[in-house]
């Protein structure tokens, strides 16, 4: 028995097949459709999830190891300074910039106003939020960077980069160390989260480009070397395409300079005039343009060797570079027309992601070498941290793509979707094996390198797990000494460590005593623990220059532990600060002809000069000489020897040669 089916009854059934095969499709597309939104969910989840695993990994540990550095409570003394209304200064009465990073000094001090509690714990909670901070706007520019790698594939993002930057036991010493690491880091994390958000825009703003402008132009009061940085930046952002406004390009470019430049540009004309030099003193002091290559590699070994960070970083390199050349171009046109020419090519590829990548890493890499050359730092890889975070931003979050079905069958597909879960796997393995590691260094000793766990050291020599206050180095060999002395004298005087560095002498000053005494000064090599358990009265002054500009006007000793390598003889003191110049009155150590010698060195007429830029009056015509002579007075040098200081200013010697007949 056959069966057979009519024309129409075929056109019936091929329409009810068509429309049972439409049906299929829409259940299929919504099906896509609901995967894509359920992926899409999950994929933020984890991204979002990433971020507040590190953080809370990076709080806590940087919590365990909390602490305040002897440097990081110079920068409360200044801030005291500030509060009590003498100016930011470190010494009423001397114009001298002790802290390197002038956005760090006024960022505590305004925290310090606002809150109205203790210092050390403003700078405490200000540091780590910082810190933390920091990593945020890392992953979530890393995220912007590796949005159009997932573009038609299932994507996770997974932090890597984040990982290895806080594995590093001295990021976690430095977050919250009162220093201004979390600054420089925080800005450059937020730079980064802006170029991108700046160079991925289909039409770009010129609010974004003026944002970005002005945080790059910050970099100079950030950190004086991190204009490595923002000065590229700030090249980049000039000579790209400009957004389409009815402003002409010319006047978006000089506003986008008037905008960088306000605040950096302001503040060094006030610095020159006020301070008298053109950076800040310890930039004097530890003789930043100086070359130290052997001992700059040493630094660098210190950081990258005990922890083996070669290998996470060698691993990121090859990822990136193989990620990048995956991520897709992006054409775009700016200023209403089509641009031909190679010119304008690089021009436009100014304003890309792959710029902002080399511009950030680039930058890290000259910082490597900067500090490769000034010979590094005598804090264990604190001088490091923020070239480490600017070679792991790009990669602070890895985007891991999940093959698709069409990717299944390509082999390449198969192993770029593998390379970052590789790569994940190994940075979790070695942040595992590395956070715990201690480095090579004696904790209570100084290396022989003159390198030293800075934590470690203080811990152990305050006898505080967690030295935070003042107070709690008062229990650092000589400070409750120098208190008691201090109170022992109310005639002043000042108070000189011995040579055992032991025991302190006291320098008396001459009859008659004024009403009130004479006042004290310290002369002693830590300037934080000092200067923030004395009075603002008590004068606190270094033999390395950083707080004593005469001392840091000394030259540079060949063979001296790097960042303390100038040592002013006290005999200089005795004379600079009026105390008695004769035995027994003045402490044993120190020679009676030198003395004399010191008073005539000092009568030199631009050693005068110097010391007026900082001590005398400021008034209009004072602030006109020191931008003038700026330049000069950070050049100027002295011999630490009276004799040959004298020679050098061609005095005449008030001790005669000894009579070799």
């Not at 305004?110 to 509690?117: K, M, R, S, V």
């Not at 604190?382 to 082999?411: E, W």
């Not at 006898?463 to 000589?478: F, K, V």
Request: hydrophobic share 50%; proline share 7%; charged share 15%.
């Amino acid at each position: 028995m056959s069966l057979s089916i009519s024309p129409d009854e075929k056109q019936v059934t091929g329409a009810q097949a068509g429309e049972g095969e439409h049906a299929g499709s829409s259940e299929r597309a919504a099906a896509r459709t609901e995967g894509s939104a359920r992926f899409s969910v999950l994929s933020r989840t984890v991204f979002v999830g990433g971020i507040i695993l590190t953080l809370a990994l990076f709080g806590a540990g940087a919590w365990q190891r909390r602490w305040i550095a002897d440097d990081g409570l110079i920068v409360l003394r200044t801030v005291r300074n500030l509060m009590a209304g003498n100016g930011p200064v470190f010494n009423a009465g001397e114009r001298v910039e002790t802290n390197t990073s002038a956005a760090w000094t006024y960022v505590v001090w305004f925290f310090g106003w606002l809150t109205q509690i203790r210092l050390e714990y403003v700078v405490l909670a200000v540091a780590l939020t910082l810190s933390l901070l920091a990593i945020v706007f890392a992953m979530l520019g890393a995220a912007r960077l590796w949005r159009p790698f997932g573009a038609g594939a299932p994507t996770l993002l997974l932090p890597a980069g984040a990982v290895v930057y806080i594995a590093v036991p001295p990021a976690r010493d430095y977050a919250t160390s009162g220093l201004e690491n979390c600054l420089v880091i925080f800005w450059l994390g937020l730079l980064w989260w802006l170029l991108l958000r700046w160079s991925q825009d289909e039409r770009p703003q010129l609010g974004k480009l003026l944002l970005a402008g002005f945080w790059a132009g910050l970099c100079w009061v950030v950190r004086p070397e991190m204009t490595v940085v923002g000065g590229l930046t700030l090249l980049v952002l000039f000579f790209a395409p400009v957004p389409r406004h009815r402003l002409h390009p010319i006047v978006v470019r000089v506003l986008l300079v008037v905008v960088a430049g306000l605040i950096p540009v302001g503040y060094q004309i006030w610095r020159m005039g006020y301070y008298g030099l053109p950076y800040p003193n310890t930039a004097v002091a530890k003789e930043a343009g100086g070359a130290k290559w052997q001992q700059g590699l040493k630094y660098l070994w210190d950081l990258v060797g005990p922890y083996y960070l070669w290998v996470p970083l060698l691993i990121l390199l090859i990822v990136t570079v193989v990620l990048l050349r995956a991520l897709p171009g992006r054409h775009d046109e700016t200023d209403g027309a089509v641009r031909r020419g190679r010119l304008a090519r690089l021009q436009r590829g100014l304003r890309s992601p792959a710029a902002v990548v080399a511009l950030l890493v680039g930058g890290g890499l000259l910082l490597v070498v900067f500090n490769i050359r000034v010979g590094g730092d005598f804090m264990h890889g604190r001088m490091l941290l923020p070239q480490l975070f600017c070679l792991l931003l790009p990669v602070s979050v890895l985007p891991v793509r999940l093959p698709s079905r069409a990717a299944r069958q390509a082999g390449a597909a198969r192993w770029i979707a593998a390379l970052p879960v590789l790569a994940w796997i190994g940075m979790v393995a070695w942040a595992l094996f590395a956070a715990d590691i201690t480095a090579d260094t004696t904790g209570g000793q100084i290396s022989a390198t003159g390198i030293v766990d800075e934590r470690i050291y203080y811990v152990l020599n305050s006898g505080h797990d967690h030295p935070i206050t003042a107070t709690d180095y008062l229990d650092y060999p000589r400070m409750r000494a120098m208190v008691q002395d201090i109170a022992a004298t109310p005639d002043g005087g000042v108070l000189i460590n011995s040579p055992s560095f032991m025991m302190w002498y006291v320098a008396p000053p001459p009859l008659p005593i004024p009403p009130g005494g004479k006042g004290h000064a310290v002369y002693f090599l830590n300037l934080g623990m000092t200067s923030m358990n004395v009075p603002l009265t008590v004068k606190v002054i270094d033999q390395e220059g950083l707080a004593y500009p005469l001392a840091a006007h000394t030259d540079r000793l060949t063979d001296g532990r790097i960042g303390h390598d100038k040592n002013l003889f006290p005999d200089w003191l005795i004379v600079d600060s009026g105390m008695i110049d004769k035995h027994p009155w003045m402490p044993w150590f120190l020679d009676e002809k030198w003395v004399r010698q010191a008073r005539t060195a000092l009568d030199c007429p631009p050693t005068q000069d110097l010391l007026a830029s900082y001590r005398a009056p400021l008034t209009w015509a004072r602030f006109k000489h020191n931008v003038i002579q700026s330049v000069h007075f950070a050049k100027y040098r002295i011999d630490r020897v009276p004799k040959y200081e004298i020679q050098r200013c061609h005095l005449v010697d008030p001790v005669p040669p000894p009579n070799t007949n």
